[in-house]
């Protein structure tokens, strides 16, 4: 057995994926790095299955003008609906969103396109927006999903139309003589160029640019030409009539450009940490490349020092890497599914919920001491259906109305309350996905086996003494699940 290979394999896997799945055991031995990529790249180039999450209500709400779901209302969409009608549609709206977050957590779980799903998530905070809108954020999702792997200036240009992000930064409101900057500062603050690259009077004939940007009610791209600027802007020392479409190719056309996504690319896939040289080089050819993502990702995920020890298990797991490499090493069912948007709130990272622009700030901010004492209990959780008593602010709106079935597990079976409440995981593992590939492993071999497929952290790096004290040695199959479970029960396992 290879262990570097392995260790190198595992690295890869948690990079650009969700970490090793329990059946790849016995692949991740043998195959080689390069032949490992080559194939998550191959399945990320396949076009996403698009989720529907967004109900009908919704859908026909949206059509009649729902009040509680535009930018600006007319006098007559505002007397449309009563306020009841309206908290009735925001509700549903809320219901599909978390419907949809757990469609993507399957998928990511469960589905081939580990580095497509992977790149969506990092562009989903990157493109961080919170819209109370189903179907919206739904069109905004199937966007970035399809670019994720595809052509930066596309994904750019798709999500600056979408109707989501419009919403979101106030677009709808950017009209001739009255320009809101809202958007074009973002755009160039957080989407393309980062701070101290462009100047306040950029900011303001960009915005005027952007005039006449807007959307339908069904969510498609529309431009009015009417409450559009027409007039000479002047944006990063170039001159023109200029519309919203030319200013994103003047902001392409800026290797700055280039070089701020490839450092948060960098910073997101391989190290918080930046390497400058490195950088300057990747972002070298992703310009000369025209974007294209997945000539960068090649170059990061194929280069020798992607796999340096320092790299290694040297970053914090997000919220959602986290619970979806468990699903992934413990083939789970889970049977009261939504406590997974219940443990996003607890963890901090909700999706389609950022904390604000900017997205998640990620690295050590994933960590306090509540959230770390929560990540070390979750693998029991799992396995044992003991109850989390912490709850989130906002509790009943976290449980789309299913407080009880949380609670007390009456999607599996009746389950008498704990004194305090508390909310239960319950899930089934098929164990016999990891059990076949560790039956040629000797008893004495169980440990290292585990520690290395397990851990990303160098061998030795858990404490032996304690995780022996935890683990059952009534018969074989009782030691491997209780070791397991230990392991992803460390503090190092936190680490990816």
């Known amino acids: 057995m290879d262990s570097t290979k392995q260790r190198h394999n595992q690295h890869l896997l948690w990079r650009a994926g969700f970490g090793p799945a329990a059946a790849d055991l016995d692949r991740l031995r043998h195959i080689n790095p390069d032949k490992l990529y080559k194939q998550l790249e191959k399945q990320a180039k396949q076009k996403p299955v698009p989720f529907d999450a967004a109900s009908d209500y919704i859908k026909t709400a949206l059509l009649q003008a729902a009040p509680a779901m535009e930018g600006q209302l007319s006098p007559e969409d505002k007397k449309r609906y009563t306020t009841e009608q309206r908290r009735l549609i925001n509700r549903q709206s809320n219901e599909d969103i978390r419907k949809l977050s757990l469609l993507w957590l399957d998928e990511m779980a469960k589905g081939e396109g580990q580095l497509r799903e992977k790149l969506a998530l990092f562009w989903h905070g990157h493109f961080a927006c919170r819209v109370n809108n189903s179907l919206y954020q739904q069109m905004l999702l199937q966007d970035i999903r399809e670019h994720a792997f595809g052509n930066f200036g596309d994904l750019l240009k798709a999500v600056s139309k979408s109707a989501s992000m419009l919403t979101f930064l106030n677009n709808q409101q950017n009209r001739k003589k009255r320009p809101n900057e809202n958007f074009a500062r973002e755009v160039l603050e957080l989407f393309t160029m980062g701070r101290g690259h462009y100047t306040e009077t950029d900011i303001k004939e960009s915005a005027r640019a952007f005039t006449g940007w807007g959307f339908e009610k069904n969510g498609s791209f529309v431009f009015r030409p009417k409450i559009h600027d027409e007039d000479n802007k002047t944006f990063l020392g170039q001159s023109g009539a200029f519309t919203g479409d030319d200013i994103l190719d003047i902001i392409l056309k800026?290797?700055?450009?280039?070089?701020?996504?490839?450092?948060?690319?960098?910073?997101?896939?391989?190290?918080?940490?930046?390497?400058?040289?490195?950088?300057?080089?990747?972002?070298?050819?992703?310009?000369?490349?025209?974007?294209?993502?997945?000539?960068?990702?090649?170059?990061i995920f194929t280069s020798d020092w992607f796999y340096d020890e320092e790299n290694i298990g040297a970053q914090i797991k997000s919220p959602v890497a986290y619970m979806t490499g468990?699903?992934?090493l413990l083939p789970i069912t889970i049977q009261n599914e939504e406590v997974q948007v219940l443990l996003q709130r607890l963890l901090g990272q909700w999706l389609f919920n950022p904390p604000n622009v900017a997205g998640w700030p990620g690295g050590t901010a994933w960590i306090d001491s509540s959230s770390l004492m929560l990540r070390l209990r979750i693998p029991g959780l799992v396995k044992n259906e003991e109850s989390i008593n912490i709850k989130p602010k906002g509790d009943d709106d976290v449980q789309m109305g299913r407080?009880?079935?949380l609670e007390t597990g009456t999607v599996a079976r009746p389950r008498q309350k704990k004194p305090g409440g508390g909310y239960q995981i319950l899930a089934q593992i098929d164990w016999q996905q990891l059990d076949q590939p560790l039956e040629r492993v000797s008893q004495e071999a169980l440990y290292p086996t585990l520690e290395q497929f397990i851990l990303q952290t160098p061998p030795g790096s858990a404490d032996a003494a304690s995780l022996q004290k935890l683990v059952v040695q009534t018969d074989r199959p009782a030691y491997i699940h209780s070791l397991v479970i230990a392991f992803m029960s460390t503090p190092e396992y936190q680490l990816c």
């Open 254 to 299: 800026q290797r700055q450009t280039a070089v701020y996504i490839t450092e948060k690319i960098y910073r997101y896939f391989v190290n918080d940490r930046p390497d400058a040289a490195r950088i300057e080089w990747l972002a070298g050819r992703f310009y000369a490349g025209n974007y294209h993502i997945p000539g960068l990702m090649r170059d």
């Open 326 to 328: 468990i699903r992934r």
């Open 403 to 405: 407080k009880e079935m």
